[in-house]
């Protein structure tokens, strides 16, 4: 069973080119490093499940590739910018590393990004959604993999506005993600004849949620958008339950993931629309890879988790095909591709960086739907890949020919 999902993940990718013949691999390995939160707000999106996600894919295209041992390590960022850039020159000047994956958190990806321009060598976002990494820091080494702003935007943000929810004010958290976040939806909200009376940016981390929710229960908006995610969220939808800001207002939130589900529970998650691009429970395919990460992780994978586990072995696809680790060669290679495996169908990485696919919006199933543990979502739309990202003709990125 286990070599037959080996052989399925490796020739899951379309268009390969040249073989190993030619194998030319630098310090005889290739390795991949996981920048991830393990400690922090994040580390139950990110953390140890983005690691054993890499570990997987590292394992299932057999441990080597060109003849070459596949060395995944990993490391904390602390959800700060600096040390995640700190970390990522150490790892591209000394370390051997090749590719940087998962990246949660908007300000260290976009640091890591910086880095990545400056040194030639790989990142995959798969856990920030900032818009900047396929914008004004795009770079043929950098790939956003799983979502970003403008998906979440045009995923709940517009279902929320078609459904009537007109005038919104916001829940932000004070960063890049919040903000960029924030930005989207605005222009969504605006571009359907909506208003947004305004917002409150509350720091990373926050426990106290009270004068913010009384500032969007001043506000009278029909809607108060939650963009921030994690602990935040889950914090801010239980104060603006507990403050009676629900009995007048309604909720969106706008970047809600599987764990934030399972830690507010089904009775006051219910009936919550978000937009994700993968869920467990889709198909034998996402079946089989979930039941496999939650035997080593003890829960069920997320988008991220699964894009990591996808966008990994993409790589290592590529690196096989130009046959050798190369950036700028695996770079070409990965542009050339078609990407059908367990996370998507038909996906493609566009000059920009962005990686395009189906994304679906979701709504919380009641606990009455529930027929067991994790069983949370039921899907209510597919948004074409051609609708669910920004359209190349609004691109600053300088590679995009205008």
């Keep these: 069973m286990r070599n037959s999902l080996r052989l399925m993940a490796a020739a899951s990718m379309l268009a390969f080119g040249a073989g190993a013949a030619s194998a030319q691999v630098s310090d005889d ?9 393990m400690s922090g707000i994040y580390s139950d999106l990110s953390g140890k499940g983005a690691v054993e996600a890499v570990k997987m894919a590292a394992e299932d295209f057999g441990g080597t590739v060109l003849g070459k041992k596949i060395d995944v390590v990993f490391a904390d960022h602390l959800n700060k910018a600096d040390v995640g850039a700190a970390k990522a020159r150490e790892w591209f000047d000394t370390g051997g590393v090749d590719l940087i994956n998962d990246l949660a958190n908007s300000g260290v990806a976009r640091a890591v990004a910086a880095v990545a321009k400056e040194k030639k060598r790989h990142i995959i976002v798969n856990g920030a959604s900032n818009m900047g990494i396929t914008n004004e820091l795009c770079s043929p080494y950098a790939i956003h993999y799983a979502y970003d702003a403008y998906s979440l935007a045009h995923g709940t943000g517009k279902a929320v506005v078609e459904q009537g929810g007109k005038t919104w004010f916001f829940l932000t958290v004070d960063f890049a993600f919040g903000i960029g976040l924030e930005e ?21 981390a926050t426990t106290d949620f009270s004068s913010y929710i009384l500032q969007a229960q001043a506000s009278k908006a029909e809607i108060i958008g939650v963009a921030s995610t994690g602990a935040d969220a889950v914090n801010a939808i239980r104060a603006a339950a507990e403050f009676g800001a629900t009995k007048n207002q309604k909720l969106a939130a706008l970047l809600l993931w599987i764990e934030d589900v399972h830690a507010l529970g089904l009775p006051a998650a219910q009936g919550l629309l978000l937009t994700n691009a993968w869920y467990w429970d889709m198909n034998d395919e996402t079946r089989a890879f979930a039941k496999r990460f939650n035997e080593r992780v003890g829960k069920m994978p997320n988008m991220a988790q699964a894009a990591d586990y996808s966008s990994t072995m993409m790589y290592l696809n590529a690196v096989k095909a ?8 695996v770079s070409k290679k990965m542009r050339e591709m078609t990407v059908s495996d367990m996370f998507t169908k038909e996906g493609k990485v566009r000059v920009d960086g962005r990686f395009v696919h189906d994304m679906y919006l979701w709504q919380v199933k009641t606990p009455g739907e529930s027929k067991g543990p994790w069983d949370y979502l039921k899907q209510v739309s597919t948004i074409p890949a051609e609708q669910a990202f920004q359209p190349l003709s609004q691109s600053k990125c300088d590679l995009v020919k205008k």
Excluded: E, K, Y
């Design 29 to 37: 390995v290739v390795r991949i490093g996981v920048l991830a939160d």
């Design 322 to 329: 130009a046959g050798t680790d190369d950036a700028d060669a």
């Design 184 to 204: 989207q939806v605005s222009s969504v909200v605006r571009a359907n004849g909506g208003r947004v009376a305004g917002a409150a940016r509350h720091p990373l």
